[in-house]
């Protein structure tokens, strides 16, 4: 029989009782109220990353509206607590845009919040850890040189590291570089040659940006087939209508915060 170790870790932890839900855990580590498209279809959509696998799923919504605090700000934090063997690869446009995520995640971990939530020493995180990338005690404790969080630019590869979640959060610091042909064969290149080759069948893809050409990274993976769509526009248009995740009616807002 093949071992596992993830298997024998939540085992372990299941005897403790039931891990929390990601919108549970979001709503304690957020000092603000959650809007409602995050709690009752962005979070049920993220636990999936650590419910099944195989999953490749694209996400789109307006800039500024608070995409990037579930997914690469809390999510992180909450896998490593549901299995803290996992492997994460966080990728943005750049290794600092990368890095600033994997550093509130760390400081998360270390937070009272999650200490209560996840009592377990396995998810340990050292509080001096490198943001860039750094292990649970579970993690470190099998001596493989895989980190259990690594912050990595999208023009950058991850060599020698491998993956059971990736995130790609953001792969273009402008819209102009959305519109550049020469950023998006570069960005594709880096999917395509140095990303997708590291990564297994079981890993877990989430690609999350605001949109700006059609023929962007999302545009270029949808092509390819088998992706997931979920589409947050910040007023609810026509193709809303029948099968939109949220249920909103034409001209509706995505934010009662924005107009």
Not at 67 to 88: H, M, T
Not at 111 to 119: I, K, Q, S, V
Not at 149 to 156: I, K, N, P, Q, R
């Amino acid at each position: 029989m093949h071992f596992s170790p993830h298997r024998t870790i939540w085992r372990r932890r299941s005897k403790k009782g039931k891990a929390p839900s990601f919108r549970a855990f979001f709503e304690r580590t957020t000092s603000f109220k959650p809007h409602e498209w995050q709690e009752k279809h962005l979070c049920p959509l993220l636990e999936r990353l650590v419910r099944e696998k195989g999953l490749r799923i694209l996400v789109h919504g307006p800039p500024q509206f608070g995409k990037s605090l579930p997914v690469s700000k809390r999510f992180p934090a909450y896998a490593l607590g549901v299995n803290p063997l996992l492997r994460i690869v966080l990728a943005g446009y750049n290794v600092s845009h990368a890095k600033g995520f994997c550093e509130v995640v760390r400081d998360v971990m270390n937070g009272p919040e999650f200490r209560e939530m996840f009592p377990s020493t396995d998810s340990f995180v050292p509080r001096n850890a490198s943001a860039e990338m750094f292990s649970t005690a579970a993690r470190a404790a099998l001596q493989d040189g895989q980190d259990s969080l690594t912050a990595v630019g999208l023009l950058s590869g991850f060599t020698g590291k491998g993956a059971d979640i990736l995130i790609i959060d953001d792969p273009y610091a402008s819209p102009d570089d959305a519109r550049s042909e020469a950023v998006n064969e570069r960005v594709w290149r880096w999917w395509s040659e140095l990303a997708k080759v590291r990564i297994h069948d079981d890993t877990n893809v989430i690609v999350m940006f605001h949109r700006y050409h059609e023929d962007d990274f999302a545009g270029r993976l949808m092509a390819e087939g088998d992706w997931e769509y979920y589409r947050f526009p910040a007023i609810a248009d026509e193709n809303e209508t029948g099968d939109d995740p949220t249920g909103r009616v034409a001209g509706a807002l995505l934010s009662p915060m924005r107009s």
